[in-house]
């Protein structure tokens, strides 16, 4: 079943987060990832407000945890760990 790959962001620094946005993409993609939203427009309506949300749907809840275990994301996600305050959850959707 497909899964979709949901991040909440806080960007603390720009030049840094950008790094890792130009390797995580390539990354995402080479496991199956197409990104659904990004960055765009949202309403806050419980929780803590993230400014940047990331919505990636990949093939399987594996093929998810496969990309974000990867050699390649692992090396993106080093560049966001300073630059960001990150919440990241991979959840199986019905269709």
């Known amino acids: 079943m497909p899964a979709l790959w949901i991040a909440h962001v806080t960007v603390t620094d720009a030049d840094a987060y ?7 993409g390539p990354a995402i993609a ?3 990832g197409e990104f659904i939203a990004r960055g765009g427009r949202f309403v806050q309506l419980e929780g803590r407000e993230r400014p940047r949300n ?3 749907k990949f093939p399987s ?4 945890v496969d990309c974000y275990n990867s050699s390649e994301y692992q090396e993106a996600l080093s560049r966001a760990r300073d630059a ?11 269709a």
């Open 18 to 24: 950008g790094k890792y946005a130009e390797l995580a």
């Open 30 to 32: 080479k496991h199956g």
């Open 54 to 56: 990331v919505v990636a």
């Open 61 to 64: 809840v594996e093929a998810a």
């Open 84 to 94: 960001s305050e990150r919440e990241l959850m991979v959840v199986e959707t019905d």
